[in-house]
């Protein structure tokens, strides 16, 4: 069974940086597509950015300049660093893996922006 597991969320100061790690467990595959998505109070869930089995990135536009995503292959882990945080930033961020016709969530990890 497939599990996901993000840490390295926390409290940060607006231009404050904070890097996320998600853990795959429980497969003996590779994903095509591990990413983020983060679901903000009263907000929709949506995508922070995603990265291919091949390297391809993709940015939501709030994080492009700001935001890295990056892939450790072997270890089935995908990271988010995030810089120059902004209030807006502030979220459950979670970590999302999918392979053609089916995905895989974490239970999220909880970004908080505040002075």
């Known amino acids: 069974q497939v599990q996901l597991v993000e840490s390295g969320g926390g409290l940060v100061q607006p231009g404050g940086s904070l890097r996320l790690s998600c853990v795959a467990s429980?497969?003996?595959?590779?994903?095509?597509?591990m990413g983020w998505y983060r679901q903000a109070p009263g907000k929709q869930r949506e995508l922070v950015a995603f990265?291919?089995?091949?390297?391809?990135?993709n940015y939501a536009d709030s994080a492009k300049g700001r935001f890295t995503i990056s892939r450790n292959y072997v270890r089935n882990t995908v990271y988010l660093q995030m810089t120059n945080l902004e209030v807006e930033d502030a979220a459950v961020y979670y970590c999302?893996?999918?392979?053609?016709?089916?995905?895989?969530w974490g239970k999220g990890t909880l970004v908080t922006v505040s002075p």
């Open positions: 999302n893996a999918a392979n053609r016709d089916i995905d895989w």
């Open positions: 429980g497969s003996d595959f590779s994903f095509n597509i």
């Open positions: 990265m291919t089995s091949g390297g391809t990135t």
